[in-house]
């Protein structure tokens, strides 16, 4: 009975009704759409770092991370080599010997970190062909080495010219050999950029003495957000106490904690538009129950309790709260598959940031669902919290005043 009086009641105004929805539907989308604009451009930028180089996973030797060591190697063994049929979400997997060496043209010695890949599953898993800015890429079999263009104008070194290399090997063994460039390689990361040395894994692992070793098995996820799925079931069948396996958010814990920060300034700006919305809601609720103050009187007046009148405005206000969310779950959902699909274009001093780093420089919108009924959710419970000045009216509301007002 309450029910459909107050069905009644909602469209019995159809002005105020498409006002006040309109205003939470509007609360919803402008919130589900700032909320998908920020954390698609994260998730744009983490999954072209993680797929530049680090990977969404790695699986080391038990503490190599924390303390890297040339003798803290794994073997490519049985359990290792069926990593890449443990999840289908697995897209890629990389081996990789990763150390340091003294690399010299004669004249000119700089540190710098020697990585083994194999060319072809690398360039597979991180177009590095493509980073080649000098010089050629390295073929299958190929017997020289690609450098940071940085590091080539450091040691006074280029395509064609030859290198020397001096560490300590596998077990202390003597490390030593010269090898020709390639060509240079230009990495978004600066620092590889001046210390980065890349090889055919096989020839690192005969420059070390360490045959048929790997520092590093680099996991490339299908999607970003399936990185811990992948880790459990890579867990369940390594031995975890032979080998580490770390998610992104272990290895760059630094990215994640600058995403952190910038979403706490946005729940600032998040708790303001709350405010608004809520003042603004508020009024309009105000609004409709001083029009409504001789309707209120009348329905006292002939006997009807009031907590069956707090019920029926209650319910009244919750089917607009409804109708305002659901309408801004879909336009906000609509809106931000457009900008998915058809990214925000940078212009200026921050798209040339973004082309420095090798990025497209664009910002593309999120489409996970979380983001929008999360902000559905708030503001839904806005409308409920401020039902609570309803209940305080009828409360005090006297039949022969509401009447006269």
Not at 76 to 81: A, N, R, T
Not at 342 to 350: A, D, Q, S
Request: aromatic share 12%; proline share 3%.
């Amino acid at each position: 009975m309450l029910l459909r009086l107050a069905w009644r009641n909602i469209w019995r105004n159809k002005r105020r009704t498409i006002i006040t929805a309109s205003s939470i539907a509007f609360a919803v989308l402008f919130c589900g759409f700032m909320g998908a604009i920020q954390e698609g451009s994260w998730d744009y930028m983490i999954n072209n770092v993680v797929s530049s180089y680090t990977g969404h996973i790695q699986i080391h030797h038990k503490g190599f991370w924390d303390n890297p060591s040339i003798n803290d190697l794994m073997t490519m063994d049985g359990e290792l080599s069926s990593v890449g049929e443990l999840s289908e979400e697995i897209e890629t997997v990389v081996p990789r010997l990763e150390s340091f060496a003294l690399v010299s043209t004669g004249e000119k010695t700089r540190g710098a970190m020697v990585i083994g890949i194999d060319p072809l599953k690398e360039d597979e898993f991180s177009k590095i062909r493509e980073k080649v800015t000098k010089g050629v890429y390295l073929s299958s079999t190929d017997d020289g080495v690609l450098i940071g263009d940085r590091l080539g104008e450091l040691i006074d070194a280029g395509p064609g010219d030859t290198i020397f290399m001096i560490s300590q090997g596998y077990h202390g063994v003597n490390a030593a050999g010269k090898y020709p460039i390639r060509g240079y390689v230009h990495f978004p990361n600066p620092q590889f950029n001046k210390g980065a040395i890349i090889t055919h894994i096989d020839k690192a692992q005969y420059f070390y003495g360490a045959e048929g070793l790997i520092s590093a098995l680099v996991v490339k996820a299908r999607t970003l957000d399936t990185e811990y799925e992948i880790s459990d079931a890579i867990k369940q069948e390594l031995d975890t106490s032979r080998y580490e396996v770390m998610t992104y958010q272990e290895l760059m814990p630094e990215l994640i904690k600058s995403k952190q920060i910038d979403a706490s300034g946005n729940y600032i700006i998040f708790f303001v538009l709350y405010m608004i919305i809520a003042f603004g809601i508020f009024g309009t609720i105000l609004m409709m129950l001083k029009e409504r103050e001789y309707e209120f009187g009348v329905l006292l007046s002939i006997g009807m309790e009031k907590v069956n009148l707090f019920m029926m405005v209650w319910l009244e206000l919750l089917i607009l709260a409804t109708i305002g969310v659901i309408i801004g779950i879909f336009i906000s959902y609509g809106v931000s598959y457009y900008f998915h699909v058809n990214p925000i274009v940078l212009t200026g001093e921050f798209a040339d940031a973004m082309e420095n780093f090798e990025f497209e420089p664009i910002m593309p919108a999120s489409i996970n669902l979380k983001i929008f009924f999360t902000q559905a959710i708030i503001v839904y419970g806005i409308c409920i919290a401020i039902i609570i000045f309803p209940y305080l009216h009828v409360r005090k509301l006297e039949p022969v005043k509401a009447m006269r007002a």
